[in-house]
């Protein structure tokens, strides 16, 4: 099985920019489909963007489109998150999670192994 570990969170003003990366502990994502979700206090966990394992496709959530982009290096061992233009709407728990199947999907329930998340605060 693989672990995924994140980092790269911390504290940004409006209108900056942040990398999320996410490494697999034990083993590489060559196997997996990654995502990224994010909860807010009081809020259920949402899709954020998604990768297939081959990393030739991705998604991103309309409320994330055209700011966020999702990547995997060519090691298959880093999957990143990099998220332009902030707003303070983005503010949450920022999670990697990694999905046997070689779809992508924007479900959590469709994930088989989750990190602990990383902090994102955007002040306003």
């Known amino acids: 099985q693989v672990q995924p570990v994140e980092s790269g969170g911390g504290l940004v003003q409006a209108g900056g920019s942040l990398r999320l990366s996410c490494a697999a502990s034990g083993r590489t994502f060559s196997s997996y489909s990654m995502g990224w979700f994010r909860q807010a206090p009081g809020n259920e966990r949402e899709f954020v963007a998604a990768i297939n394992w081959s990393g030739g496709t991705t998604y991103q959530a309309d409320s994330v489109k055209g700011r966020f982009t999702i990547s995997m290096d060519n090691a298959k061992t880093t999957v990143s998150l990099q998220m332009n233009s902030l707003k303070p709407e983005d503010t949450a728990v920022y999670y990697c999670?990694?999905?046997?199947?070689?779809?992508?999907?924007?479900?959590?329930?469709?994930?088989?192994?989750w990190g602990q998340g990383t902090q994102v605060t955007v002040s306003s």
């Open positions: 999670a990694a999905r046997r199947s070689a779809a992508y999907s924007r479900y959590t329930g469709d994930y088989d192994y």
